[in-house]
């Protein structure tokens, strides 16, 4: 089967093809597992060539909103596409052009190329917390209906009916996963709105300091990398007659706040990382990260396998053995 995976060179696009590499089987039309021919790995910018043990790679780049791009990828039809590249949080609120065309448009040609192919194709996207805003409950329900109060929650939003709609209209056999806030990060921070959250165990374990934009009673709906990856496989794997006519799925994570996470930190490696973090309310991060909702109730999900990082604690001992930067 051939497997296209755009913004490879992305940390969990990274992360999803080494796993995949070692998977070799993806769950085919049927369900049954079939064996992963050809992986092409795309971004705006050229992704590295992993150990693909006898996986034939492909490495394309370019713009994913040109149809000379779309035509190319698609040249060969894709039996599986996880849908990865996106224009994070607070550069889509920053730039509503850019935003809206890579975000919305850029996912609207991918799902007509799918289209065009006419075999259905599995086709994976994740989602975001973004997508809920302003008076919500306490708990969000899988049947809360979305509210984003900024452009990238907007983005998601629209971008999950789509593939709802696309599903109903059997042009591709899509699955939404609205993953929780990814920490810990591995690399420098970027421009999303969360990456805080990452930022503030990241840097100070790695011996830099940190400025925490939000306030230590701010809660968040985290899943770690390996989570996510794992997250994104089950989703894909998923049979199609257990999603019925929703094809948008809120998976496990773990809610915790801010300071817990820094005591967790404290508890697995002492004071003295959490000595190198300060605090400074930022007020345009909090007016996109406070608004997202902390509490999900993930009843479907539940019944569907999937499954939360144990604790926070485990999360921080992850990024240690996976990807902290040792001196």
């Not at 996106?86 to 799918?114: H, I, K, P, W």
């Not at 999937?306 to 926070?312: E, N, P």
Request: charged fraction near 25%; glycine fraction near 8%; hydrophobic fraction near 40%.
């Amino acid at each position: 089967m051939r497997v296209v995976i755009t913004g490879a060179t992305g940390f969990l696009g990274q992360k999803l093809v080494r796993k995949l590499c070692e998977k070799k089987t993806l769950a085919g039309a049927d369900g049954s597992q079939q064996a992963i021919s050809d992986l092409v790995l795309f971004d705006v910018v050229e992704s590295p060539k992993p150990e693909a043990g006898g996986i034939a790679i492909e490495v394309m780049t370019g713009d994913m909103t040109e149809a000379a791009t779309l035509g190319a990828l698609f040249a060969k039809p894709a039996d599986s596409v996880f849908h990865l590249a996106a224009v994070v949080s607070s550069q889509a609120e920053a730039d509503y052009e850019l935003g809206m065309r890579v975000n919305f448009d850029g996912t609207r040609g991918l799902l007509d190329a799918c289209r065009k192919q006419g075999n259905m194709p599995r086709f994976v996207m994740p989602a975001s917390v973004a997508v809920m805003g302003g008076d919500m409950p306490d708990v969000i329900q899988d049947d809360t209906a979305p509210t984003p109060t900024n452009s990238y929650g907007t983005e998601k939003a629209m971008c999950e009916l789509l593939i709802n709609d696309c599903s109903r209209r059997k042009f591709v056999d899509g699955r939404v996963v609205r993953l929780p806030t990814i920490t810990v990060r591995p690399g420098k921070p970027n421009l999303a709105a969360s990456s805080f959250a990452s930022g503030v165990i990241r840097e100070p374990m790695q011996g830099d300091t940190t400025v925490v934009p939000v306030p230590k009673d701010t809660e968040l709906w985290v899943l770690s990398p390996r989570g996510a990856i794992d997250t994104l496989i089950h989703t894909h794997e998923l049979d199609a007659t257990k999603l019925g006519t929703s094809r948008i799925i809120t998976p496990m994570g773990l809610t915790v706040t801010v300071g817990e996470m820094v005591e967790a930190m404290r508890r697995v490696a002492g004071d003295e990382p959490v000595n190198r973090i300060s605090w400074k309310e930022d007020p345009a991060i909090m007016n996109i990260v406070c608004g997202w909702p902390g509490r999900w109730a993930s009843t479907r999900a539940k019944t569907l396998g999937y499954k939360a990082d144990d604790s926070i604690d485990a999360i921080i001992q992850a990024f240690i053995d996976d990807d902290m930067v040792k001196s």
